[in-house]
Structures are given as C-alpha cells and as structure tokens.
C-alpha cells in the first residue's frame, strides 16, 4: 500500500494526542483475508514528485517497486499535495510528468497497466481535514486534488474509495490534530468502506482462506 503519514501510522504509537498504537488502513486489509499487506507509507509524502524535498514521493516510491507480484494496489494520498500546493498538471493521458499530480496519478496507472494489468489499482480520496475549505497559494482546495483523483480512476477504470464524505466523521472526535485520524477515525473509514470493499474483491477474485 502506497500512501503518506495516515498509511505510515499503521502500528506506530501517535505522534500527537493519547499515546496510543495506531491500527490504519493496512491492518484492516490483512484482517479482511490478505496473508501479506506491504505498507510503503511514507510520512509528509506527496503524490507529486517535489525534487526540492527530501521526501520520497509516492511515484517514487512506487518506481522501487514492480506491481506483477500485487494482486491490489493502493494508493492513498492528496493531503500533502494540497498543504504543499502541488500544481495539478494537464489532464491527458500522455501527462505522466510527475512533478504534477495529474502526471503523477497517470504514471501510477500507467505502470499498474504495464506491470500488472490483471491486478487491481485502488485509489483513495483524501479525507477530510480542518483546513480542506480555504485555498492554498495555487488557489486549490482539498477537493481539487480529490477531483483529480476520480478523475484518474475514473479514466483507467479504477475503484476509487471516495473518503470526502465519510458519514459520522468528526473532526474533533476522529482526528489527533484536525487531519490524521485516530483509531476511531479508521476503524469507520473501514466499516463504512474499506471492509465492504475488501469483501467483494475477495469474493469476485474468489480469494478464500
């Protein structure tokens, strides 16, 4: 799974609020029947390649990896794209510059095609956040980097979980900070979509223990 610091924190103790061993979206997969779940979170990462940051992007950290051996890929990522002001880029196909979202999101698609072209590439949404309704110095709200993630799944034929609504998602009462979740943040991202999703892809791949 590919993603920032909210898949990062699968079983790490918070960083900020009650100490408390975090369970993310990793831990939830591997529950729902997958033997191996390889967590490539990376805290502060962005979808977009920045050369000026000494942080793995998650293009470049999935230029590490060959995805023939994944049944599923994840990517969950956007929030730091939006607090860094990550341009957008052109939405086209033949986009896959990486120092653009859109460029980023098509190279992870393109190489999902390439690779593994009978595996399945999930997208997810960003969630919710404190800051998601005021513009960044490009102008963009969180929900511009949402945009293009449908937008992305979308074009190749890829699920997305559209985290932006989740019902019941307090900040105050499921985040550690007005951004990361907590544990009660997961675990209704996970009933309320992970899970149910979870299922029916190992019910249509007939992946049984």
Known sequence: ??????????GQVTLSGPEEIQKAYPSYIREAGFDFVQNEGV??????????SPTPSIPA???TLIFSPYQLVCVAGGVNDFYAASPLGDFTPANTDI???????????????KENPKGTLLFFTPLPCDDQDKP????????????????????YNCPVLDLSNIQGYDLKQMTLDGL????????LV????LA??????????NRYE
């Open 99 to 113: 120092q653009t979202v859109y460029g980023s999101l098509n190279f992870l698609a393109q190489k999902m095609q």
């Open 196 to 205: 149910p999703f979870i299922k029916d892809w190992i019910t249509k791949h």
């Open 180 to 187: 990361h979740p907590n544990n009660k943040g997961y675990a």
């Open 61 to 63: 950290v999935a230029a």
């Open 190 to 193: 996970n009933k309320q979509l």
């Open 136 to 155: 960044n110095t490009l102008g963009l709200r969180l929900q511009d980097y949402s945009d293009a993630i449908r937008t992305i799944a979308k074009t």
């Open 1 to 10: 799974m590919l993603g920032d610091s909210i898949v990062w924190y699968d």
């Open 43 to 52: 805290s502060g990462s962005c979808l977009r390649n920045n050369p000026h």
